[in-house]
């Protein structure tokens, strides 16, 4: 059984940095990582997306230039680097996973992920 543990959120003024952890346990080879988020109201929305093949990544427009996806295969741990944060980025964070071999265009799409860790909240504000 695969679990995910996402962490790291918090409260970061406007044009402030947070970095996300999402911890992997369980056994798994190949596959995908995404964030989504959702905030109050809103539809949940994908955010940001890895490969463990070959490091490819895909982002939300919404999020381009300024977050950052990365992950560390042998820890397990995937990472979303948030810079010149908006108070638009505010939302409940939620990292997933995908088992399978993806390379170039890793999924992005809520309804292609399997496995759910429980979110973590991210408040932009003065």
């Known amino acids: 059984e695969v679990q995910l543990q996402a962490s790291g959120g918090g409260l970061v003024q406007p044009g402030g940095s947070l970095r996300l952890s999402c911890a992997v346990s369980?056994?798994?080879?190949?596959?995908?990582i995404g964030w989504f988020r959702q905030a109050p109201g809103k539809e949940r929305e994908g955010v940001a997306f890895i490969s463990s093949n070959d490091g490819s990544t895909y982002y939300a427009d919404s999020v381009k230039g300024r977050f950052t996806i990365t992950s560390d295969n042998a820890k397990k741990t995937a990472y979303l680097q948030m810079n010149k944060m908006k108070p638009d980025d505010t939302a409940v964070y939620y990292c997933a996973l995908e088992h399978g071999t993806y390379y170039v265009n890793p999924p992005h799409r809520a309804s292609e992920y399997a496995d759910w860790g429980q979110g973590t909240q991210v408040t932009v504000s003065s």
């Open positions: 369980g056994l798994i080879f190949d596959y995908a």
